[in-house]
């Protein structure tokens, strides 16, 4: 990143910037890869209402981070979307229900089931990884043995180990919750979503949604999947991409090619997608993934599947009228239409002032707000020079 890129940021730009205190593994994407030959282009771009969709269904990964509680989010969610508070903006959750929450029994890794009845898409999602031992489990990339089922023929199938840990510690209470959800509602989509971490666990949930014996829950005849992750890492060999794309087609040949979509998103400097390396085995399973620059979003061809960076022609921000406008021109791995950080951060604040346990609570937590406002404004004000990423600059 050049100083004439950050230098050149409007001043809530710099205070986003400045309030970082999550990795947005900027510099993994400049240790680990090169600039990819494809030049992304307008013939690229992808539709104003895909985007759409994709910017609303992330809002469901977004709070399934493990640092929130849905129980909570959900029993005050009017009020959390109100304007000012932490979920203002988030529309896409207005008239959900929250079926059930649950964690995981390694690395308590969080996840939820919710339903909107408006649309009946009972929405699966997952949390990235928000403590220590879900950190320690996303280095574990020696790979391990993926199980198939009878009539499956993979050469060396297999998974990240950590990856997989995990998963089996959470897809009990995943499936149960999914199970109880569909025996109660009329289900016409479900929609499998997750950011980083949560993404890889949403690609295994969908793995065993399309088995084609044993399944794990009986789906309703028909029912449309969409398989939606955001920033995601790499999760198995090119045989369990094999694997995915064997069960797909074997879905859509009975159910319609309608009843599966699969949207993979990667953003501009981030680089959690480029992990594991492909020097190690590990594949992705998009064939057609997205990229998400500066508020707009284009489609990577199949030949650049594997690609996590990419240029753009031209290297513009965001036309008026963008779904997600460029507020965010440095990019990074949690900046997927929105701060997530700001999110997480002012959901703490939430709890430090006891959302929902007393009368007094929404009162308190704009104060609390006002006051992060009030220190970030004097600050600016007494060193008087503008943030960059190499330290700051005078005026």
Not at 1 to 10: F, N
Not at 12 to 29: G, I, P, T, V
Not at 194 to 217: A, E, F, N, T
Not at 226 to 234: C, I, L, Y
Request: with cysteine; aromatic share 10%.
């Amino acid at each position: 990143m050049s100083r004439s890129s950050s230098s050149s940021l409007s001043p809530e730009q710099e205070r986003m910037y400045a309030s970082e205190k999550e990795e947005n593994f900027r510099w993994l994407l400049k240790l680990t890869t090169k600039k990819s030959n494809y030049v992304l282009s307008e013939k690229d771009l992808a539709s104003p209402d895909l985007q759409k969709q994709l910017s609303e269904i992330g809002q469901f990964a977004e709070v399934a981070h493990g640092s929130m509680d849905p129980e909570r989010v959900w029993t005050h969610l009017s009020d959390l979307l109100d304007d000012g508070f932490p979920l203002h903006g988030y529309t896409f959750l207005e008239g959900s229900e929250l079926v059930q929450a649950f964690k995981g029994t390694a690395a308590q890794l969080q996840g939820y089931v919710a339903f909107r009845p408006q649309t009946g898409q009972l929405i699966i999602a997952f949390s990235g990884t928000s403590n220590r031992m879900q950190a320690f489990n996303d280095t574990k990339a020696w790979k391990v043995s993926y199980p198939i089922t009878d009539g499956e023929k993979f050469s060396g199938i297999s998974v990240h180990s950590g990856f997989w840990s995990m998963y089996n510690g959470v897809k009990t209470a995943a499936f149960h919750a999914m199970d109880e959800a569909i025996r109660q509602r009329d289900v016409s989509e479900i929609i499998v979503t997750g950011h980083s971490l949560g993404g890889v666990m949403s690609q295994l949930c969908v793995l065993d949604l399309l088995k084609p014996s044993q399944q794990v829950i009986r789906l309703p005849f028909g029912v449309r999947i969409k398989s939606v992750t955001f920033g995601a890492p790499r999760a198995g060999n090119e045989s369990l991409v094999s694997c995915w794309k064997s069960r797909v087609e074997a879905y859509t040949k009975v159910h319609g090619d309608a009843a599966f979509t699969e949207w993979s998103v990667k953003a501009f400097n981030d680089g959690v997608p480029s992990m594991p390396s492909l020097m190690l085995g590990y594949r992705h399973f998009a064939d057609n993934p997205f990229f998400l620059f500066r508020g707009r979003l284009y489609q990577i061809p199949l030949s650049e599947k594997e690609g996590v960076n990419f240029g753009v022609d031209p290297p513009a921000v965001a036309q008026e009228g963008s779904v997600l406008p460029a507020e965010f021109p440095l990019g990074g791995h949690n900046y997927y239409g929105r701060d997530m950080e700001k999110l997480q951060r002012q959901m703490k604040w939430a709890t430090e002032v006891g959302l929902g346990s007393n009368e007094n609570w929404r009162d308190a937590l704009l104060q609390k707000i006002k006051e992060d406002d009030d220190r970030w404004k004097a600050k600016n004000a007494k060193r008087g020079s503008s943030f960059s990423l190499f330290g700051s600059s005078s005026k």
